[in-house]
C-alpha cells in the first residue's frame, strides 16, 4: 500500500469516528425507563418496571446493522422464535419526544409479543438532535426493507408486517401506515398523536424542533407529518391505545371517522387511571399486550 493510499484511508476512517461521536454527544438520554419510573412512581405508589426476561425459548440477536446513514450505522434488535417456521412480524418503535429514547424501551413487549407467535423487531433511528424529520421515518422505512429484504433469514412472512409505536414512535408507525401504506399491514399506535396542529395537541419545542419550527413557520411540513392527512382507502388496519390524556392522541377521532368511512378495521382501546407511559409498567403493561395480541390475531392469523 502507497503512503497517498494509505493516507486516504486513515482519513476516511477518521472522518466516520468524528461523525459516530458527534452524533453521540448529540444524544438526549433523558427518556428511560429508570428516569420515567422515579417520575410516576410519585403519584402511582403500587407501580413496577416491566424489566427484560431471560429468554430460552427465543433466540435475539442484538445491534444488527439495517442500514448506514449519514456515515454511521443503525441498528435493530431481533427476536426470533428458532424453529423454521413463517410468521408475521411487528416492529417496535420507542418514543421519547423524537429526541431521546432507545430500542431497549421496547425489548419486554418485543419479547412478550414474540412468545405469542409472531418475530419481533426493536429498532434504533436518528433522533431529532442527529437529524430533522424527515430522517427518523425514512430509517425506519430502511428497516421495513432490510426486514423484508432478509425475510427468509427472519423467518417473516413480508406481507404480514405490523408496525408498532409507543407515543412519538406511535405518531410515526401511525403517518408510515397512511402515507406509505403499501410498506406494512397493519399498525399499533399506543398513545401518539394523529396530528400536529389539533385543538387537543398541545405539542411546542419538542414538535418544533424534530419539524424544523413551529407550525406558524413550516405549517407544511406539520401537515405532512400528521398521519390523519394522509388516511386513504389504503390505509391499514389500525389499533389505538391510549391513556386519558387526549394531548397525546390529538386527531384520534378524525381518523377514526375516515377509517369508518373507508370502510377500513381500527379498534380503540383505553388504558384508564394511568399515566402516559402505561406500557412500560405493571399493572397495565398485561392489559396492552392482551389488546395488541387480539388484533394481531385478528388481523394476521384468524
Known sequence: MNDSLARKILLIITLGMLVFISAQGKKDTAFTLNSEFAKQIRKYPFIKKVNPTPQTALKEEHNIVYATLSGRDVHLDAFIHPEKKL????????????????????????????????????????????????????????????????SASFNVVPKKIALLGCSSGGQMASLIGTKYPKEINAVIDIDGLLAFHHPDSEEGK????????????????????????????????????????????????????????????????????????????????????????????????K
Open 206 to 301: 419538542s414538535a418544533a424542533d424534530w419539524l424544523g419550527g413551529t407550525y406558524e413557520v413550516v405549517p407544511k411540513i406539520w401537515e405532512d407529518a400528521s398521519a390523519l392527512t394522509h388516511v386513504s382507502e389504503n390505509t391499514p388496519p389500525f389499533l389505538f391505545i391510549s391513556s386519558r390524556f387526549k394531548r397525546f392522541t390529538a386527531g384520534k377521532a378524525e381518523m377514526t371517522e375516515k377509517l369508518t368511512q373507508y370502510g377500513i378495521y381500527s379498534e380503540d382501546r383505553k388504558i384508564e387511571n394511568s399515566p402516559h407511559t402505561f406500557w412500560l409498567f405493571e399493572p397495565w403493561f398485561d392489559t396492552t399486550l392482551r389488546y395488541i395480541n387480539n388484533f394481531l390475531y385478528l388481523n394476521f392469523k
Open 87 to 150: 410468521l408475521p412480524a411487528v416492529i417496535l418503535i420507542h418514543g421519547g419526544g423524537w429526541k431521546s429514547g432507545s430500542k431497549e424501551l421496547q425489548k419486554p413487549l418485543a419479547q412478550q409479543i414474540a412468545l405469542s407467535g409472531y418475530q419481533t423487531f426493536t429498532l434504533e433511528y436518528r433522533l431529532s438532535a442527529e437529524a430533522p424529520y424527515p430522517a427518523g421515518i425514512n430509517d425506519i422505512r430502511a428497516a421495513i426493507d432490510y426486514i423484508k429484504k432478509n
